[in-house]
Nanobody, 118 residues
């Protein structure tokens, strides 16, 4: 069973920075991608950033130029460096791990809260 554990959330003022980490454990086959999603109160969960096993990255337009996703391939850990944070970035951030290509399966962390005060 794959488990994802997030850390690094917290309270920060607008313009500040945070770094989220997500460590995966368990038996992982055919890793496709890892990424971060977020869900703000009353809104749907949305993709923030993802990185494939080949290193290709994808970002939501709202975070381009401010957030950076990276991976530690040896530890199956993904990071999200968040700079120039805005109050609208406030949300629960969830780590995602996807395995398989033809029939992908998603694993999720429990989430970490990021609160940006104005």
């Amino acid at each position: 069973q794959v488990q994802l554990v997030e850390s690094g959330g917290g309270l920060v003022q607008a313009g500040g920075s945070l770094r989220l980490s997500c460590a995966a454990s368990g038996t992982i086959f055919n890793l496709n991608a890892m990424g971060w999603y977020r869900q703000a109160p009353g809104k749907q969960r949305e993709l923030v950033a993802a990185i494939t096993s080949g290193g290709t990255t994808n970002y939501a337009d709202s975070v381009k130029g401010r957030f950076t996703i990276s991976r530690d391939y040896g530890k199956v850990t993904v990071y999200l460096s968040m700079n120039s944070l805005k109050p609208e970035d406030t949300a629960v951030y969830y780590c995602n791990l996807r395995v398989g290509l033809n029939y992908p399966m998603d694993y999720w962390g429990k989430g970490t809260l990021v609160t940006v005060s104005s």
